[in-house]
């Protein structure tokens, strides 16, 4: 397993930018499959991002393309999520998460999720 920890949360101002991080505890972290996904109040949780073991590819929910960046660097066992030009849609409690296999959108097929950074936006 794989324990993971979120962090770059906060209160941001509509248009602002923000990047959220995510580090995992293990060594292997180049073997995992990365996603982000976000609950915003009375919602449900929703994907926002995917990224390949390598980088080589990567997902994006239609409502964050174009304003949102997903990028890893295995060396430091982190996973990044760069957000431009926030909107108050926007604002959610932000989850990393990790699985094996191939990529994917599907949240339940990740298996291993952190606590989660909350992001507001405010109008």
Known sequence: QVQLMESGGGLVQTGDSQRLSCI??????????????RQAPGK????????SKSA????????VK??????????KNTVY???NNLKPEDTAVYYCAAKRG???????LYNYWGQGTQ?????
């Open 66 to 75: 174009g304003r949102c960046t997903i990028s890893r660097d295995n060396a």
């Open 24 to 37: 995992g505890s293990e060594g292997t972290f180049s073997s995992y499959v990365m996603g982000w996904f």
């Open 102 to 108: 191939l990529i994917t959108r599907g949240q339940a």
């Open 44 to 51: 449900e949780r929703e994907f926002v991002a995917a990224i």
């Open 119 to 123: 992001v507001t936006v405010s109008s």
């Open 56 to 63: 080589d590819t990567t997902y994006y929910a239609d409502s």
């Open 81 to 83: 999520l760069q957000m």
